[in-house]
């Protein structure tokens, strides 16, 4: 049974350039979202995933934008990156329940690591 | 604006003793809580959860209490083992799981 994975496992891209990062779900699970870990900090709430249209979203600028695809994988875009931007990136997937505000316990990736110079 | 907090950045322990994380939070809304633990280069394994309905849940060594009224949760091991050595993550549903997670506490199991 294949967990999240996630990839790449490290970037390194400058100041102003555009980077996609790639996520696919725990098998059996329908949501996806993403979250950013500074140094030193916890996982914070980017967006989230469900049938294919952003649901939810953290006070991210838009320069962070998504897609999730019909086989529930996601790709997390962001453009005109910042020195700020270099961060652990978490994938992590669930599954939709109906009729409840709390889905299944969120699996969470291994992360991207980006550094931006 | 850190609506929930640890406060304690590192805990050590001596194994076989029992370990207690401390987590507060802000948000009355907040309806179910989790912890998460990490190890280094890995991403958070989700460890266990309590619903805004209950004050306590238990799964083998680890117990988890909530205090609504003081808006303070814990986290109990018992008894530590070296192997729980890791980063462990105070979460808080907003909904459909999205979460709001603490900054962490790293907790040090020696033999």
């Known amino acids: 049974d294949a967990g999240v994975t996630q990839s790449p496992t490290h970037l390194i891209k400058t100041r102003g350039q555009q980077v996609t990062l790639r996520c696919s779900p725990k098998s059996g699970h329908d949501t996806v979202s993403w979250y950013q870990q500074a140094l030193g900090q916890g996982p914070q709430f980017i967006f989230q995933y469900y049938e294919e249209e952003e649901r939810q979203r953290g006070n991210f600028p838009d320069r962070f934008s998504g897609h999730q695809f019909p086989n529930y994988s996601s790709e997390l875009n962001v453009n005109a990156l910042l020195l700020g931007d270099s961060a652990l990136y978490l994938c992590?997937?669930?599954?939709?329940?109906?009729?409840?505000?709390?889905?299944?316990?969120?699996?969470f990736g291994n992360g991207t690591r980006l550094t931006v110079t | 604006d850190q609506q929930v907090k640890q406060n304690s950045p590192s805990l050590s322990v001596q194994e076989g003793r029992i370990s207690i994380l401390n987590c507060d939070y802000t948000n009355s809304m907040f309806d179910y809580f989790l912890w998460y633990k990490k190890y280094p280069a890995e991403g958070p394994t989700f460890l266990i959860s309590?619903?805004?309905?209950?004050d306590k849940n238990e799964d083998g060594r680890f117990t988890v209490f909530l205090n609504k009224s003081a808006k303070h949760l814990s986290l109990h091991i018992v008894p530590s083992q070296p192997g729980d050595s890791a980063v462990y993550f105070c979460?808080?549903?907003?909904?459909?799981?999205?979460?709001?997670f603490g900054k962490g506490t790293m907790l040090l199991v020696s033999p």
């Open positions: 979460a808080a549903n907003s909904g459909y799981s999205t979460l709001t």
């Open positions: 309590i619903s805004s309905i209950k």
């Open positions: 992590a997937s669930s599954l939709f329940q109906a009729g409840s505000s709390y889905n299944s316990p969120l699996h």
